[in-house]
């Protein structure tokens, strides 16, 4: 069983093609964040619904949100603790399979949680989350929001055995890196097109065999569905380059 923790955010979602210069009507926001974002494709929750089952997710949200969100989520998981929290707002600019967003109210803020976990323990995202100093997991995988270079500096290594990171490959700064190796942590940074491990002295880079090229692809989310692939392998004991590599050729499937 793995730990699903996070906060839901609203996404206001806009075509890059509507900035024309004219006034547009501001649809209404979806939910968002790495938690919803898990659960609006077909295609991935067709291939992960018996493996979503036995998973737990805290979640920060607003409690006028919680009805919306458990309709999305419930009859996925096994169970779902809300913790009532101001949901934070990303503006998001869609087009040519690429994304630049704007968010606001995003801070780090406590969750309570249990005080161990055995398995696998997913943060979505990890610069945007305080841990309990009791709580402790066998494995955190600390996915990054990134919208905030100085919140990126975390440390979790009283929390977890072993901290997994990941980032996409944009962010991930030469002193963020150096950072993360003192930290002892294993850092998994991640484009469409190739991930990279680094171990200590160690780097691993590993090509995408399976990228797709698709100019009309809708690249919301795909990063928070990749990340939650990798955790699901590694929590079934795979190593990290052969939790990549399925991951690469699950993402293949549910966009083709």
Known sequence: ???????????????????DGKSHYLPSPRLGGGLANLFYRQKFLDLLSCNFSSDTIFCLISTNLEDQFSSLANKFVSKIVYTPSTPPIAFII????????????????????????????????ADKLKLPKDFHASIIFADTACNDEKDMYFDFKKNADTVIVGISSEYL??????????????????????????????????HNDYYISNQSLSVTGLGDQYTYLLANSIQNGLSLSNSVRKAQLAMHQVLS
């Open 1 to 19: 069983m793995m730990l699903l923790i996070g906060k839901v955010y609203l996404d206001y979602l806009v075509e890059s093609s509507t900035l």
């Open 94 to 125: 869609e087009g040519s399979s690429s994304r630049t967003s704007f968010v606001s109210r995003d801070s780090p803020e406590p969750i309570n949680l249990p005080s161990s976990h055995e398995g696998l323990t997913l943060l979505y995202y």
């Open 173 to 206: 700064t030469p002193e963020l890196l150096s950072y993360y190796l003192r930290m002892r942590y294993k850092v998994i940074s991640h484009s469409p097109r190739e991930t990279t491990i680094y171990h200590e002295n160690n780097v691993e880079s590993i």
